[in-house]
């Protein structure tokens, strides 16, 4: 036997057909007057109501694209690098300082908790205000 050998072993039953005057009676099988029993569109889904309100929602149009930044103290910086070491996201993911977000190497910033005794020099990172001052007193560099 092939595939286009097979066939059904039961007959197709006729599908009812309601609506249409007939044996089926005046009605048609659909009961006495009222919304369900007029032709047309019946009572509206609620899925629809969901969807047709949506575009109102808040936020609906635009989504912002904020980076999410990962954060550094200057205390870390100074327990897991030497001296004259470069400090980039990529060293801070090999020291396991920094986690990846969403598969991708995130942004990083630097804070100023601690205290850094180590000159280093710090590339493709933030910094804020107190650890600038800090890595520089130190003999560190930003670049």
């Not at 009572?43 to 309100?53: A, F, G, Q, S, V």
């Not at 942004?107 to 890595?135: D, M, Y």
């Amino acid at each position: 036997m092939q595939l286009h050998e097979l066939q059904p072993i039961h007959k197709m039953r006729k599908i009812k057909r309601v609506g249409r005057g007939g044996k089926r009676g005046t009605y048609s099988g659909k009961g006495l007057k009222g919304q369900k029993a007029r032709a047309g569109r019946k009572t509206e889904p609620i899925i629809r109501k969901i969807i047709k309100r949506y575009p109102k929602l808040r936020g609906y149009r635009f989504k912002s694209i904020t980076p999410e930044i990962a954060v550094v103290n200057l205390d870390a910086l100074e327990k897991k690098f030497e001296a004259g070491s470069v400090v980039s996201p990529k060293s801070l993911l090999e020291k396991k300082l920094i986690r990846r977000i969403k598969g991708r190497v995130p942004e990083v910033k630097i804070l100023g908790q601690g205290e850094l005794k180590k000159a280093l020099t710090i590339e493709g990172c933030g910094a804020s205000k107190s650890a600038k001052e800090k890595i520089e007193k130190a003999g560190g560099s930003l670049k």
